[in-house]
């Protein structure tokens, strides 16, 4: 069974810094991308980072280039978001998921349909 756990949310000002955790387990396919995506209230889930597998390949949306990083622990299957100067509009929660093969990368990189599995979600907080 794919399992997708994500944490790490929490309460921070702006200015400042998370560190998200994904851990996953129960995969069975050869090759994968982790992606992180956000969902404030009232809008759209929003992609904004994918890691291939193995991390060579990395993508971020211009809304938090430059801000996130995203890495992969290999041997513990856990991928982080590393999130600096935090804005207030970063306000969401924050979930993980997984795309099969290069599915991702052929159909849309921050398209939530390109996903296959998803984790529960965490909550961030950035209050100005």
């Known amino acids: 069974e794919v399992q997708l756990q994500a944490s790490g949310g929490g309460l921070v000002q702006t200015g400042g810094s998370l560190r998200l955790s994904c851990a996953a387990s129960?995969?069975?396919?050869?090759?994968?991308?982790i992606g992180w995506f956000r969902q404030a209230p009232g809008k759209e889930r929003e992609g904004i980072t994918l890691?291939?597998?193995?991390?060579?390949?990395?993508y971020y949306a211009d809304s938090v280039k430059g801000r996130f990083t995203i890495s992969a622990d290999n041997a513990k299957n856990v991928y982080c978001l590393q999130m600096n100067n935090l804005k207030p509009e970063d306000t969401a929660v924050y979930y993980c998921?997984?795309?099969?093969?290069?599915?991702?990368?052929?159909?849309?990189?921050?398209?939530?349909?390109?996903?296959?599995?998803w984790g529960q979600g965490t909550l961030v907080t950035v209050s100005s």
């Open positions: 998921a997984v795309s099969i093969g290069k599915a991702a990368q052929i159909l849309g990189i921050f398209g939530p349909d390109s996903y296959d599995f």
């Open positions: 890691i291939s597998k193995g991390g060579v390949e990395k």
């Open positions: 129960g995969f069975t396919f050869d090759d994968w991308g």
